[in-house]
């Protein structure tokens, strides 16, 4: 199956981005795979399609969990390209994403398993925890669940008593209670 002709790719494009602002029951995970296979599909480069599929992807998964920041699956997926090109393949005779959204979630969870088994924290103090997560975040807010996406060796109390240490001591403010409380690192701290 050939791209569509060139004078509906802005028409797909803006549908195509439309689908990804969209809120419905969808999972994120699964709106990632359809929209990486649909910009291969519409084709809307003349080179680079591949490249600009993959890295939209692992975008719309870094816009939903944190944790995708360390996670390259673009790099897994592009490291199996013949079977990437084959399911991609396969799907445009068939005319449907299926395969690709299986293929694709394959590649993330191979991802999410390579850098759990891999990464053994080293940063075992609550001072040295906070420092980390300045350094990645600097002065944005952020949650209790994104400080613990980043430390995901600490438990919810864990997290919850190193943010406590860093308003104490004065190196992190607050705005919010309990679980929708919203953290940022004060300047000239830490």
């Avoid at 791209?3 to 549908?15: E, F, G």
């Avoid at 190193?162 to 940022?184: E, H, M, P, S």
Wanted: charged fraction near 25%.
């Amino acid at each position: 199956m050939s791209p569509p002709p060139a004078n509906r790719v802005p028409k797909l494009m803006a549908d195509l981005f439309s689908f990804i602002k969209t809120k419905d029951s969808l999972p994120w995970l699964i709106k990632a795979c359809v929209f990486h296979y649909e910009l291969e599909f519409i084709h809307p480069f003349k080179d680079g399609n591949g490249r600009m599929g993959r890295l939209w992807q692992q975008l719309l998964l870094m816009k939903e969990d944190l944790v995708f920041e360390f996670i390259p699956v673009e790099t897994i997926i592009k490291a199996k390209q013949h079977k990437y090109y084959s399911v991609l393949e396969k799907c445009d005779q068939l005319g449907n994403s299926t395969l690709f959204i299986e293929f694709s979630l394959k590649q993330i969870l191979a991802a999410l398993t390579a850098y759990t088994s891999s990464t053994i924290s080293t940063i075992n103090t609550p001072t040295a925890r906070l420092d980390f997560v300045k350094d990645k975040l600097g002065f944005s807010w952020f949650s209790r669940k994104e400080y613990i996406t980043l430390h995901k060796d600490i438990s919810t109390a864990t997290a919850s008593r190193d943010l406590l240490l860093g308003i104490k001591t004065g190196k992190v403010i607050t705005q919010g209670f309990k679980n929708q409380a919203r953290y940022q690192f004060i300047a000239d701290a830490l």
